[in-house]
């Protein structure tokens, strides 16, 4: 069931006018193409860090006398080990939202526990970068779905919150329910995204700004992973942010006793 897009063109030549047709590309080729580029993608992001690790084991045998060096080279082949395992998790994960867009196993999964166990998953990174997490707002709210996934996407939004963000800096996730829908917020103080970016900050590999985000163990996944996932549900996210001031994530989940009728998009 191929689309065939066409872009038509007059042009005048001299009296006379020409019907031009071009770019017959067939959405076939469009999803060939995403595919192609994703997996360009993974080789590229997997080859920095196999490249290093190669680097760096190749330069321990020569530095065996030197235990600072060892210790310096067996200190990073760690962080880039743990960095590959990080991008190899991911993929996986992504691979699999994206290969069913329904929940194979949903049940009633509470709200509150879903915040507690996405905070408490962060707390090294939130201890080590001294920020303070402030949860608040409706209790008791429940959502359909699967509660693993669920944890997932809140600790994403959770852990770039602390990422982006400076010390001493205040993070809050609050919950409301309005007429069906539960919202889960995540706002920071940090470095906020520009206005050009927001749009792409939920593709995938997609990073604001590639080498800082690379150096502070970024993949550009993080956030593609959340859409699926809360698309899965039947939900949306959104991004508001300014520059310098900070950013709010928000996800919208079908109440519970709404979920089993109607999905968001239905809703509107
Ligand atoms: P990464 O692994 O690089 O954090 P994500 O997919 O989670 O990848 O995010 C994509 C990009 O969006 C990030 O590289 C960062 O530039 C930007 N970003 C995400 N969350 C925030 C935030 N809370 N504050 C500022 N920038 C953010």
Redesign the pocket.
Known sequence: DATIHLQVRVARLGSRYLLLLADDRTEAHRLEEVRRDFIANISHELKTPIGAISLLAEALEPASDDPVQVRKFAKRLETEAQRLGRITREIIELSRLQASDVLTSAELVDVDTVVANAIDQNHVQVDARMVTIVSGGEKGAQVFGDEGLLVLALH?LIA??V??SGEGTRIGVGVRVTEGIVEIAVT?Q????PEEDLGR?FERF????QAR?RNTG???????IVKHVIENHGGDIRVW?QPLHG?T?TIRLPAASHAATASLGEQQ
Do not use: C, E, K
């Not at 940090?190 to 995204?193: L, M, Q, R, S, T």
């Not at 997609?206 to 700004?209: A, E, G, P, S």
């Not at 970024?218 to 593609?224: D, F, K, M």
């Open positions: 994403n770039n919150a990422q982006y920071d940090g470095v906020g995204i900050v997609f990073r604001v700004d985000s970024g993949t550009g996944l993080g956030l593609s942010s950013s994530f």
